[in-house]
């Protein structure tokens, strides 16, 4: 594995794969690597000849008063698990690399980036889409791979893509579960024990969720409210939202069908997780 901190080392090593006439996939995250990453990387190995992993703590994305300065990071941990699973090379710039001035033109979608999470994080995504456009420029991958826990992110890239027409297929991987159905996040460090018990209810309130969809259901309230009872048996946790969206717009749906998205954040103690499942019409 190649690691460069620099645009310009970056761009001499897409040069030199682009001519050789490779295919390249391209994974970028905020580091503290876990296995969600890593599932994303092993997509990126299947669809492309050589995989680039970014590593870069967007400040952009981050609103003043929000987990910048506490969130995990250990790039060391991050180079040995990017190696280990196969990638050929990881990008690691610091904060002056990749924002030399402050930007003063961002990529922004405000009516999708303001709902379910963005109505919460106002900038957040206006952030993410400014710097992953700037890395889709330096990077020039042919597929890029993100994951479907941050579907209202992942929803916004394809559309940026999609409008902006940027050359690069964009590729889902599905939500990474520990045993318990917790979904994996490099935030979950932060949960006590307590705290970590209750995390599990969100998970547990989606399946709900789509045992009644699967059974009948089709009310969205309704549905809401069975993923908003169980939720409500954590002691630590404090709802920030739980909507039923339709897959493309985020638009609030109030008859669900197979392919909506039920989606919830929620403060476990003082942790901000986020998770989701797209409604089938049989029981999963």
Known sequence: MITVTTRAELRREIDLARGEGLRIGFVPTLGFLHEGHLSLVDRA?????????????????????EDLAQYPRDIDRDMRMAEARGVDLLFVPDRNEMLPIEPAIFV????LAGRLCGAFRPGHFRGVLTIVARLFHLV????????????????????MVRDLDVPVEIV??????????????????YLATAERAD???LHAALVAAQHAFAAGTR???????????????????????????????????????????IAIAAHVGGTRLID????????V
């Open 45 to 65: 190995l299947a669809a492309a000849d050589r995989v680039v992993l970014s590593v870069f703590l967007n400040p952009l994305q981050f609103a003043p008063g």
């Open 108 to 111: 922004d979608a405000p009516i």
């Open 140 to 159: 020039r991958p042919d597929v890029a791979v993100f994951g479907q826990k941050d579907y209202q992110q992942l929803t916004l890239i394809r559309r």
């Open 172 to 189: 889902a991987g599905p939500v990474v579960r520990e045993a318990d159905g917790l979904a994996l996040s490099s935030r979950n460090v």
């Open 199 to 201: 995390a599990v209810l």
């Open 219 to 261: 009310d969205a309230a309704r549905l809401i409210g069975v993923a908003r009872e169980t939720i409500a048996r954590g002691a630590t946790i404090r709802p920030q939202y739980i909507e039923l969206v339709a897959p493309d717009t985020l638009d609030a749906v109030t008859q669900a069908r197979g392919g909506d998205v």
């Open 276 to 283: 989701n499942h797209v409604l089938t019409e049989t029981a």
